[in-house]
């Protein structure tokens, strides 16, 4: 190996292998980041108002479940009731069809369905 005959040249060598080395390194490391960021664009942007707004209809059909409660142990009126079930059925309603979930309140439900059963 007349190349590497002296010894600048085989560091020389040896930088320029770290160098290549580096750089390969650099693009590996970059498409890695840019799915780790696509995938972290796609949770934010979809995942975590979906999750908001499934908690929401959640929380609404609670209070719909102790309004209910109430109803039933009369500790509130129908005409409170009422109220209660129109906004949070609205609430409901709403946070449902934010994200195209399923529906699960028929647009005919009336508060003479609770009432009667």
């Known amino acids: 190996m007349a190349l590497l ?29 840019l799915k780790i960021k696509t995938t972290n664009d796609v949770f934010v942007d979809d995942v975590l108002p979906a999750m908001q707004s499934v908690n929401q209809a959640s929380n609404s059909a609670n209070h719909l479940l102790m309004a209910a409660f109430g109803l039933y142990g009369y500790t509130i009126d129908v005409a409170t009731f009422n109220k209660q079930l129109d906004v949070k059925k609205d609430q409901l309603t709403t946070a449902l069809n934010n994200y195209n979930l399923v529906q699960i309140i028929p647009k005919s439900l009336s508060n003479k369905d609770f009432l009667n059963s």
């Open 5 to 33: 005959n002296s010894i600048s040249k085989k560091v020389l060598l040896g930088y320029v292998a770290i160098l290549i080395l580096s750089i390969l390194a650099t693009f590996i490391l970059n498409s890695k980041l």
